[in-house]
């Protein structure tokens, strides 16, 4: 009765999927076994991605979009490509209406829009209104949101990438895990249609481009290759057409202005997916611009996109006519010159019967599903890959790759090195991302100097450096000298990105009670927390108890009391510190367990079959 | 930054998959080994779960997915070969002066192709060279396999490893060229 579900007061948390994009959003959640879009009070499914700042507040969505021409400054469209950018990024000084605000002394080099005057908003902030309208959509439909899954195109960075984590958690997200764009496609369609093969998700979007080659055997979803434009889609195509029409009219540059001909320019492509042909009056002038017209403008942007193809397709190990399907994802994907090229590149008709706008969302809120355990598909895994190598800059400004593009997440790579000079004290170390040679080529991620290494003749010291990417596909760096044992590890962010006190101080800013929200919220996960942690552990024994060590059943018995006693109290630190007790007694046992499913895997038998043996 | 010191391998990525050692490989059977064990580990399967559990897990997923990347490598599972037996890769002997006259030859003419923008010549070009390397792979499988894990009879086998080195970073090169002219 799913009546009685939507007005209990006490509804479960729902896991939620968010499709954070360029142009719009959605939302969606698994419902009796299907995805869903969830619709606002008006029945839209799409959220604009456009928020506005006014005198009276801040305005996300529609409400937003209807004003952008009269306040084009304050008014944020297309924040995602602003996501993780320095402000000195070249596309920052794109064709568009905003303002600036200039990089500050101390300040990280992160993108400010000036709104209102003299307010300053980082693309994490104006991220974070668009994610927590969609929040308060899915409260409305559910009542009670437990975490989400966000999706990134495959082609994020890692600086964009955490840029879209830290947005999620400033909207008061749980993140389950950032999740790329064409795996979610692929996930949503491969359970439609059920069916195993080589597959690739073209998705073009409003301002980033994936391609992805993934494999779907017996419901693992393995990525082979992935490669994109993180700047390019159907705003590029926008953008062509009102270069295009300031030809006709004459150059103009006023922010209203632009901002205008952009809307015009949106509206011209969408009505030539129809029409041969479209005049429309701009500042009273007819312009007109037939279909061969539009598709000779963004003829280069298809080029962009093949030569993408044909990399990641080497990459893969396939030609296109030997896929089993190519699938269009991103609004982009509707118009028909995209179409035509795709087909021709791949050899094969592209498919697109389910909705390209949709699509992601839709996965997201299945991999949601399947995260927060309330999936009854445990047949079902993704294997994604990080999109960009990862390296470290070496003598000469040259970049030692440590984890080549392609590889299966989670990750971790050592790389050891040593010192050139007599008696240095001190390693530079720099992170950069991309596949050129030459560091100045690359993005670079971070830097930071390992001191206090005694000094040494040159070649003895040993610097060891390790890369470990997560399941979100974030990357964090330790260093270590071996000989004295120094250590330092950082969190890969704050070239570009917010540190993470300031993004604390934005959540508690945020909230509307402050502080004492923040302990309230913290006890309820610790809870929860707590409780799953409980009720694992005790299946777990229940289903190993032969694995147990003499002694250790009682040791994890009495850990599991202590929490459980925890767990009714209001301290949250005494909460994790039983926590990690329990952690602590049931490692070894853990550890066993996990040996024994290798084991069973090599046998090429799961858990699961051997106990349907056991049973029948 | 610094000199880097040649890979130091600390796992055995075969034992990590199950598999006997071999420079040998059934890509597509160690692919499915690979996915089943993922199905197993993948840190996805171990939501909700105590720390330790999750920890373990996202422990062996790791090691298993960097097996992985290993062996399907032919120069690293080489260099895994080679270490597996106790015969040091970081003090390769000095390649052959020949060898590094025909790779340098190589190299240039990578450079004026690539300078007079001849995707016809590049093409050429690494055709050529990945043959050489296939032929190489051949070498090193047939050496691996006659000498068993006879020390003595390997070692020959270290200088081959260095050349498919070169040839590797010659084909990763043509790549990035072919990358840049799309």
């Given amino acids: 009765m799913p009546l009685l579900e939507i007005f209990d007061p006490k509804a479960p948390p729902r896991p939620i999927g968010i499709d954070l994009g360029t142009t719009h959003s959605l939302v969606a959640y698994v419902r009796g076994g299907h995805p869903r879009v969830i619709a606002d009070c008006d029945g839209e499914l799409l959220l604009p991605s456009v928020v506005a700042y006014g005198p009276a507040g801040v305005l996300v969505g529609t409400k937003a979009k209807l004003q952008a021409c009269d306040s084009p400054r304050d008014t944020i469209v297309s924040v995602k490509r602003y996501m993780g950018r320095g402000a000195d990024d070249p596309e920052t000084r794109r064709l568009g209406p905003y303002d600036f605000a200039a990089r500050g002394e101390a300040q990280s080099n992160v993108v400010r829009f000036q709104v209102q005057g003299t307010t300053l908003v980082t693309p994490v902030e104006v991220s974070a209104e668009i994610l927590r309208t969609l929040k308060r959509r899915a409260e409305d439909e559910l009542r009670s949101v437990g975490g989400a899954v966000v999706t990134v195109p495959a082609y994020f960075d890692d600086a964009q990438r955490q840029a879209t984590k830290d947005a999620a958690r400033l909207a008061g997200l749980d993140v389950l895990r950032l999740l790329n764009e064409p795996t979610a496609a692929a996930l949503a369609y491969g359970l439609e249609k059920r069916q195993n093969g080589t597959f690739a998700v073209y998705d073009l979007g409003g301002g980033t481009f994936d391609i992805t080659v993934l494999v779907l055997d017996q419901g693992v979803f393995q990525v082979k290759a992935t490669g994109g434009d993180s700047a390019l889609g159907g705003d590029d195509m926008d953008r062509a057409i009102a270069q295009e029409i300031f030809e006709q009219l004459g150059p103009h540059t006023e922010p209203a202005l632009v901002r205008r001909i952009l809307d015009d320019a949106r509206g011209i492509k969408h009505a030539l997916t129809e029409s041969e042909e479209v005049e429309r009056e701009v500042l009273g002038r007819a312009v007109r611009i037939t279909r061969p017209r539009f598709e000779a403008l963004v003829a280069p942007l298809l080029g962009r996109t093949g030569a993408v193809c044909r990399r990641v397709l080497r990459d893969a190990g396939v030609r296109g006519a030997d896929l089993d399907g190519v699938i269009l994802v991103g609004g982009a994907t509707r118009v028909p010159c995209v179409r035509a090229y795709v087909r021709e590149l791949f050899e094969q008709e592209p498919r697109s019967d389910v909705d390209p706008d949709q699509v992601v969302a839709l996965g997201a809120a299945i991999q949601a599903d399947l995260l927060a355990g309330q999936g009854v598909r445990d047949d079902v895994l993704l294997l994604d890959v990080i999109p960009l190598s990862l390296g470290l800059e070496v003598g000469g400004g040259v970049v030692d790759k440590i984890l080549p593009r392609n590889t299966t997440i989670p990750a971790a790579a050592r790389a050891q090195y040593t010192t050139q000079e007599d008696r240095q004290t001190g390693f530079e170390i720099h992170v950069v991302q991309g596949e050129r040679e030459m560091v100045r080529d690359a993005r670079s991620l971070a830097r930071f100097t390992l001191k206090g290494i005694p000094p040494m003749p040159a070649g003895l010291a040993k610097l060891e450096v390790t890369f470990r990417v997560d399941a979100d596909g974030l990357l964090s760096v330790e260093a270590r000298e071996q000989t004295t044992g120094i250590a330092q590890l950082v969190q890969v962010k704050p070239s570009y990105g917010l540190d993470d006190a300031t993004v604390e101080k934005m959540l508690l800013e945020a909230l509307d009670h402050g502080e004492e929200d923040l302990v309230e919220r913290q006890l309820a996960q610790n809870r929860i927390e707590a409780h799953r942690i409980l009720a694992s552990t005790a299946k777990a024994l229940e289903a190993d108890r032969a694995l147990l060590h003499a002694g250790e059943e009682l040791c994890i018995a009495n850990a599991m009391e202590a929490l459980t006693k925890a767990s009714k109290g209001n301290e949250p630190a005494l909460m994790h510190a039983r926590m990690d007790a329990l952690d602590l007694v049931s490692k070894a046992f853990a550890e066993r367990r996990m040996n024994r499913a290798i084991a069973l895997a090599i046998e090429g038998r799961r858990v699961d079959e051997v106990a349907s043996e056991v049973s029948s | ?182």
């Fill in chain 2, 1 to 182: 930054m610094d000199t880097h010191l040649p890979f130091n391998v600390r796992l055995d990525p075969f034992a990590t998959l199950g598999l006997a050692p071999s420079f040998v490989l059934d890509v597509p059977a160690v692919e499915r080994r690979h996915r089943d064990l993922s199905r197993a580990l993948h840190p996805d399967r171990f939501v909700g779960t105590s720390s330790s559990e999750r920890r373990a897990a996202l422990a062996k997923a790791v090691e298993v997915n960097e097996a992985w990347r290993l062996l399907r490598d032919p120069v690293r599972r080489a260099e895994v070969l080679f270490s597996r037996v106790g015969i040091p890769i970081d003090h390769q002997p000095a390649t052959e002066p020949a060898f590094l006259m025909e790779i340098l030859e190589l190299r240039e003419a990578l450079g004026e192709a690539q300078a007079a923008h001849d995707l016809g010549a590049i093409t050429r070009l690494s055709t050529a060279v990945a043959a050489r390397a296939r032929l190489l792979e051949s070498e090193l499988a047939e050496g691996f396999e006659s000498a068993r894990d006879d020390r003595d009879r390997l070692e020959p086998l270290v200088g081959r490893l260095g050349q498919l080195r070169y040839l590797q970073r010659f084909l990763d090169q043509v790549r990035a060229i072919e990358d840049d002219f799309n």
